[in-house]
């Protein structure tokens, strides 16, 4: 059978229709990629935050011993101050390590 003129317009119809579903896809493509970069962003972020996370707890945690075993040194009386009492607050800690003999 030999094709008419008509059937030459419904043939560009579907050309027209597949080009549009390519801008569609590309647009998709596009959407996808930038999710993908904002997924990257608030990934790094959340580790960021989770390394600053850590530190927090390991600085609580190390305070919190601290405190434990100088309340376990000294009487409760002495531990509601919140100071251990064996050192001036400004004096270093090798302070008292140094050998001074007696006079």
Avoid: C, F, N
Avoid at 12 to 37: F, H, M, N, Y
Avoid at 83 to 101: E, F
């Amino acid at each position: 059978m030999k094709k008419t003129g008509s059937d030459h317009d419904s043939a560009a119809e579907p050309l027209g229709r597949v080009r549009l579903q390519a801008d569609v896809a590309k647009q998709r493509v596009r959407i996808a990629k930038d999710e993908l970069k904002r997924a990257r962003k608030r990934l790094k972020e959340a580790k960021r935050e989770a390394k600053r996370a850590r530190k927090l707890a390991a600085a609580s945690r190390k305070a919190w011993k601290r405190a434990r075993r100088a309340q376990k040194k000294r009487p409760a009386k002495a531990a509601v101050t919140g100071t251990s009492g064996s050192r001036p607050l400004g004096s270093p800690r090798w302070s008292r390590l140094t050998y001074s003999p007696p006079m």
